[in-house]
């Protein structure tokens, strides 16, 4: 089981979701939902377990559940 960390920026209330690649580590996600009771959190989940090809529960948020800025382990 190897985990990686990403430093995450999350756009929300795009028009189009999508994310970019920032190299180091770093990644921006748009997202389309709006940052309302938790719904930004679950479609970031959602989207990045997409991208890497794993589970939802494989895909942890370990900090910034209320800001822009996050730091997610994705378990592989």
Do not use: C, H, Q, W
């Not at 430093?7 to 970019?20: D, F, M, P, Q, S």
């Not at 997409?50 to 378990?75: C, H, M, P």
């Amino acid at each position: 089981m190897m985990m990686k960390t990403f430093n995450i920026r999350v756009i929300t209330n795009a028009k189009r979701g999508e994310i970019l690649d920032l190299g180091g580590g770093a990644l921006k996600v748009k997202l389309t939902v709006p940052p309302v009771d938790g719904r930004a959190n679950k479609e970031l989940i959602k989207v990045l377990a997409e991208y890497f090809g794993v589970k939802k529960r494989d895909v942890i948020i370990r900090a910034g559940l209320k800001s822009r800025n996050k730091v997610v382990e994705v378990v592989e």
